[in-house]
């Protein structure tokens, strides 16, 4: 019953590393993940951070995330937007994103979409909730 | 749709960020050090006057009176908590953090 279907909304605007917040929102994600729920994450001021390709953590001593990032798509989430301007305030390009898994046909990498700020107001109006981090 | 912001402008951007991707007619409340951006006579207030005009914007009672105050812009609607238990149980909900 599509009806029953709720519309979860992530929305991630904290910096990854100096806090937990990012990675505590990939659990939860990933959690959420197992219900049927239409899940999506909107990277949105210093959340854009969190999905620069390359992060390396080793010598802070922590395992990272970015390999996790990598197979959001695997768990069937695979709505996953950044705010344009954001990236732009940043510096940040296309190009500077990292992965979130394969197109299963054309094994073709799969990354976030980058959206404007209206569009991202009106996903959030349709959603049932909205879950900050 | 209920924005809450609780960080204060003159730190955070939560608030900008919030009038950025509110859409019209939603409401926001300033709430805990947000309540800084109703004040009058700030460098925040020709931001907050102009979200008044496409937003239904609210200041949480206690919080103002307990930062001391005292003019709150016009526009802005002072709310008590069960204001804001109301809003809350009208709206869905989304916490700029």
């Given at each position: 019953m599509s009806d029953d279907i709720?519309?979860?909304?992530?929305?991630?605007r904290k910096a990854p590393h100096g806090?937990?917040?990012?990675?505590?929102?990939?659990?939860?994600?990933?959690?959420?993940?197992?219900?049927?729920?239409?899940?999506?994450?909107?990277?949105?001021?210093?959340g854009v951070n969190a999905l620069r390709a390359g992060q390396d953590t080793k010598e802070l001593g922590i395992k990272g995330f970015e390999a996790t990032y990598g197979v959001l798509v695997d768990y069937e989430i695979e709505k996953v937007y950044v705010d344009r301007k954001s990236m732009e305030d940043r510096g940040m390009t296309e190009a500077d994103l990292l992965v979130i898994g394969e197109d299963e046909?054309?094994?073709?990498?799969?990354?976030?979409?980058?959206?404007?700020?209206?569009?991202?107001?009106?996903?959030?109006?349709?959603?049932?909730n909205i879950m900050p981090f | 749709m209920l924005h809450m912001v609780n960080k204060s402008p003159f730190q955070n951007n939560g608030l900008d960020s919030c009038l950025r991707f509110a859409s019209e007619g939603d409401c926001i409340?300033?709430?805990?050090?947000?309540?800084?951006?109703?004040?009058?006579?700030?460098a925040k207030e020709a931001?907050?006057?102009?979200?008044?005009?496409k937003f239904?914007?609210?200041?949480?009672?206690a919080d103002v009176k307990a930062r001391g105050i005292k003019n709150v812009i016009d526009g802005i609607e002072?709310?008590?908590?069960?204001?804001?238990?109301?809003?809350?149980?009208?709206?869905?909900?989304?916490?700029?953090?």
């Open positions: 709720k519309k979860i909304m992530f929305t991630v806090s937990i917040y990012v990675y505590e929102g990939l659990e939860v994600k990933l959690i959420m993940a197992a219900y049927d729920a239409d899940i999506s994450v909107v990277f949105m001021d210093d046909d054309t094994e073709e990498d799969i990354r976030p979409t980058i959206i404007d700020a209206d569009e991202i107001a009106k996903m959030m109006a349709e959603q049932h | 409340l300033l709430m805990e050090d947000a309540a800084y951006g109703a004040a009058t006579g700030t931001m907050l006057v102009e979200a008044c005009k239904k914007v609210y200041a949480l009672s002072v709310t008590d908590y069960a204001g804001f238990v109301d809003l809350v149980d009208q709206n869905k909900t989304h916490s700029w953090l």
